[in-house]
């Protein structure tokens, strides 16, 4: 079974561009995640789906990021402009979606998307 | 205060070695903890679920302490291919919420 897919790999755009980050879930996961990590600081969330709908985006920084997740399959996540303090590793993670109270599923990781703004 | 509180390390011992690292949280509703394994450059993969009643992988045994909110993971006969950063992770009060991590501790393990 294939595991969560992240594209691209990597990408150093510069500052007032705009990047798109893409997810794709391991497939039937009905919660999707992404999360992000800045050097030196911890993974932190940014926004979670249930199905095509956000369940939970507190974590978002600010209006430039964008977050989709048209049919409930793939997401994307657009900066728009981006800026220095962007930079950082992005995670996308998913897991089964459970019922309130059940223990929590396995959430699995990509292998993140590598931002760079210079 | 953060969430997620764990020492940085690194930890640096030599192969057979037992290693032992704290974490502590703040948030007393948090439900389900975990530890996760993060080789340089790669994504997290979890390690091992922690359970109140401590639980046991092999090398691995991971103890929760609600009442002091403490979780400890130790690593028995260290073997070089230990060396990552080790994540310590808690959710919320539902199996379906994000995962709050901490900074994570990197463990070398060396000849």
């Known amino acids: 079974e294939a595991g969560v897919t992240q594209f691209p790999s990597h990408s150093v755009i510069e500052k007032g561009q705009t990047v798109t980050l893409r997810c794709d879930p391991i497939?039937?996961?009905?919660?999707l995640y992404w999360y992000r990590r800045v050097m030196g600081k911890e993974i932190k969330f940014l926004l979670h789906f249930v199905k095509e709908s956000k369940q939970d985006e507190s974590g978002m920084p600010n209006n430039r990021f964008l977050a989709e997740r048209t049919g409930g399959t793939y997401s994307t996540l657009k900066v728009q402009p981006a800026e220095l303090e962007d930079s950082g590793v992005y995670f996308c993670?998913?897991?089964?979606?459970?019922?309130?109270?059940?223990?929590?599923?396995?959430?699995?990781f990509g292998p993140g998307t590598r931002l760079l703004v210079l | 205060r953060k969430e997620v509180e764990q020492d940085p390390g690194p930890f640096n011992v030599p192969e057979g070695a037992t290693v032992a690292f704290n974490c502590t949280y703040s948030n007393s509703a948090s439900q389900s903890f975990f530890w996760y394994r993060q080789d340089c450059r790669k994504e997290p993969k979890l390690l091992m679920s922690?359970?109140?009643s401590g639980n046991e992988d092999g090398r691995f045994t991971a103890q929760l302490n609600r009442a002091s909110q403490y979780i400890s993971l130790l690593i028995r006969d260290s073997k070089l291919s230990d060396s990552a950063t080790y994540l310590c992770v808690v959710n919320g009060n539902s199996g379906n919420t994000p995962l709050v991590f901490g900074k994570g501790t990197r463990l070398s393990v060396i000849a």
């Open positions: 993670a998913s897991s089964n979606l459970i019922g309130t109270g059940a223990p929590q599923e396995t959430q699995y």
């Open positions: 922690v359970y109140s």
């Open positions: 497939s039937g996961h009905d919660n």
